[in-house]
């Protein structure tokens, strides 16, 4: 059983920054790829980053350049660092990986940016 814990969240001031965790129960480098979706209130969950098995990631274009995806072999654990948070980022934050066609998710930590 595949098990995914985020931690991190939390509120913070725009610009500030924050750093989400995902805790993987098991060897990160047995999923396909990890990555990190958001959802607002009444909007649909959006793809924030992934990072692929080999290490290649990808950001969405609102957090391009703001936001970072990285992986911690040792630890099992991917982050996202998130810098020159804005208002609009505000969102449940979910941890998401896959593997032979399964999807798996975490229970999501919330971010709040507000002055």
């Known amino acids: 059983q595949v098990q995914l814990v985020e931690s991190g969240g939390g509120l913070v001031q725009p610009g500030g920054s924050l750093r989400l965790s995902c805790a993987a129960s098991?060897?990160?480098?047995?999923?396909?790829?990890m990555s990190w979706y958001r959802q607002a209130p009444g909007k649909q969950r959006e793809l924030v980053a992934l990072?692929?098995?080999?290490?290649?990631?990808n950001h969405a274009d609102p957090v391009e350049g703001r936001f970072t995806i990285s992986r911690d072999k040792a630890k099992d654990t991917v982050y996202l660092q998130m810098n020159s948070l804005k208002l609009e980022d505000t969102a449940f934050y979910y941890c998401?990986?896959?593997?032979?066609?399964?999807?798996?998710w975490g229970q999501g930590t919330q971010v709040t940016v507000s002055s």
């Open positions: 990072i692929t098995s080999g290490g290649s990631t």
């Open positions: 098991g060897s990160i480098f047995s999923f396909n790829d």
């Open positions: 998401n990986a896959r593997k032979f066609g399964m999807t798996y």
